[in-house]
């Protein structure tokens, strides 16, 4: 059966309007794609199974990434967590690789998997041009997938980006095969905004991918939805981490996306986000505008066009209420899923949380 997203079950999340699909692929240019993993079924035997786990990948533009880079920044709201890349990130504000995700032990393995695709597409990479250094983060699905058993390998990037298109499938699927939102299934989720400025009117698209939370801290439009809901209630050692990645095709330098990075975590607190000690809540944000051939030498100076920061308040604005949205569309798409040791990780009950908003005048 299918789950509506919050916004088709009348859900609202802010004033302002959002894209064509409502979601990061609103960005033009931007493509998701995802391999599932999903086999075995009952006890954990280390490198059999059960496995639910997966890659999600984000390509920021249909050219090629090493060529022509995007400018690109991060922010860790809570460091527990591995984001590769960031120390280039940080010094050159750019990123010249898809954007990878998966699960904590399969960081290396998606690494290699960008490496090689991007080499594929660059022979003189490593030679006469530089290296690569691609960028991957993760979440940790051990609570469902068998980790132990690094079942990610480098050639389900390729499946990935194959699979990749101008929308995105939301739920538990790619790398949100395994995840665990506030105790309920988690996943992928997405949402943009357009922002309007007094230089035009820009797009903003968020993707999660949700794996962090308590139950009784979500919150759905200011109401307590975890804590009132009844659902079956399940344990695990630590309250997981989240990757949000925000995409704009506005003229954003890395200084001004890192400032948009941070308001990430405001929009993950109007669900009841508090990063938890445990938790790696990493923020990446990248901009379409500006890219330019990294090996075009008779150009040494570039004049690059800019958004004022005095307009970057609707930015700002729809990268919080899209955030939220995201998450909650991650656990509005996402069905029950039984892994290993027959741990469950139940569907967030949609009929009694929407039920629970209309008695809370949320609904109309």
């Given amino acids: 059966m299918r789950r509506p997203r919050a916004r088709e079950a009348g859900i609202r999340f802010g004033e302002m309007p959002t894209g064509r699909s409502n979601s990061i692929t609103d960005v033009a240019g931007v493509r998701v794609g995802h391999c599932t993993l999903h086999k075995g079924d009952g006890r954990l035997v280390v490198g059999e199974g059960p496995v639910r786990t997966g890659v999600t990948v984000v390509l920021p533009h249909e050219g ?49 998997g960008l490496i090689r695709y991007t080499l594929d597409r660059n022979p003189l990479a490593g030679i006469e041009n530089e290296a690569i250094i691609p960028t991957v983060s993760e979440c940790d699905d051990s609570h469902l997938n068998d980790s132990r058993g690094m079942h990610v390998r480098p050639e389900h990037v390729n499946v990935a980006i194959k699979n990749a298109k101008p929308s995105v499938e939301e739920g538990a699927v790619g790398a949100g095969t395994g995840m665990i939102c506030h105790d309920f299934k988690g996943g992928i989720g997405t949402s943009s905004r357009i922002a309007e400025t007094k ?52 003229p954003l330098d890395s200084r001004q996306l890192g400032r948009l ?67 909650i569309n991650s656990l509005f798409k996402a069905k029950t899923t039984k892994g290993r040791d027959d741990n469950i990780a139940p569907e967030l009950p949609i009929d009694a949380t929407l039920e629970l908003l209309k008695a809370h005048g949320r609904l109309d």
């Fill in 64 to 112: 090629d990434l090493h060529r022509r880079p995007v400018n690109g920044a991060y922010f860790a709201l809570n460091g527990c967590g591995e984001l590769m890349g960031a120390l280039q990130l940080e010094e050159f504000g750019r990123m010249d690789t898809p954007i990878g995700l998966t699960n904590t032990m399969g960081v290396p393995a998606v690494g290699e």
């Fill in 199 to 250: 230089g035009g009117d820009f797009l903003i698209g968020v993707m999660v991918l949700s794996n962090h939370g308590d139950r009784r801290d979500l919150l759905v439009d200011g109401v307590p939805a975890g804590r009132l809901v009844k659902t079956l209630d399940i344990e695990r050692k630590e309250q997981g981490s989240i990757v949000t990645i925000v995409g704009t095709d506005a």
């Fill in 261 to 327: 990075a941070k308001r990430v975590g405001m929009g993950l607190g109007l669900t009841g986000s508090c990063a938890h000690n445990g938790s790696g809540d990493i923020m990446i944000a990248f901009s379409t505008a500006n890219v330019h051939d990294r090996y075009q030498t008779e150009h040494f100076v570039l004049t690059d066009r800019l958004l004022v920061d005095s307009e970057m308040g609707s930015l700002f604005r729809g990268t919080v209420d899209a955030t939220a949205e995201a998450v």
